[in-house]
């Protein structure tokens, strides 16, 4: 027996996910730098503890070039 949704279903997930997604943007605008800056930071903080500094330098080469052609186009 297949399992299908129906369009009433559909159209109610997608209701709550704008819910959800204007209520982060809503944080989001209302969280201020000080706090965005310490997520950050937290972030970048766990990346040894995850052991992902390995996977990260590997491609780190690649991003510096990508944003050093983006600041040529956009300055010239």
């Known amino acids: ?7 009433e279903k559909m159209q109610v997930y997608l209701t709550r996910w704008q819910i959800v997604n204007a209520a982060e943007r809503e944080e989001l605008l209302n969280t201020s730098m000080a706090q965005k800056l310490r997520q950050l930071n937290s972030l ?22 990508r944003w050093n052609r983006l600041r040529k186009a956009c300055n010239a």
């Open 44 to 65: 970048l903080a766990s990346v040894k503890q995850m052991g992902w500094e390995e996977a990260l330098k590997e491609g780190e080469a690649e991003v510096r070039e």
């Open 1 to 7: 027996m297949g399992s299908f949704i129906t369009k």
